[in-house]
């Protein structure tokens, strides 16, 4: 079965920088397109970044400039690399598969890593 786990997340100061990874297994890897989405508290789910199978990347305005989606496929895993943080990057950040939908009942999503920019 699909299985997604994020990790790297934290507690930073504005302006400093935090990679987020998630390992997955169970599905083929190397041709699936895969996302991140993120939920600040009190608010909905906010599309972050998308990956292709081929390695083309797109972004939302709000994080554009300062994060970076990879992929590494021998590994089976996906990253965010964050920079410049800001308080409103404060949120629940999910790794996704098969993002049809900002709904956590559709497609395949992991059990999230927590993000706080905070001084």
């Known amino acids: 079965q699909v299985q997604l786990v994020e990790s790297g997340g934290g507690l930073v100061q504005p302006g400093e920088s935090l990679r987020l990874s998630c390992a997955t297994s169970g599905f083929t890897f190397s041709v699936s397109a895969m996302h991140w989405v993120r939920q600040a508290p009190g608010k909905g789910l906010e599309w972050v970044s998308d990956?292709?199978?081929?390695?083309?990347?797109y972004y939302p305005d709000s994080v554009k400039g300062r994060f970076t989606t990879s992929r590494d496929d021998a590994k089976s895993t996906l990253y965010l690399q964050m920079n410049d943080l800001k308080p409103e990057d404060t949120a629940m950040y999910y790794c996704v598969k098969d993002l049809s939908a900002l709904d956590r009942s559709v497609g395949f999503w992991g059990p999230g890593t927590q993000v706080t920019v905070s001084s």
């Open positions: 990956i292709t199978n081929e390695g083309a990347t």
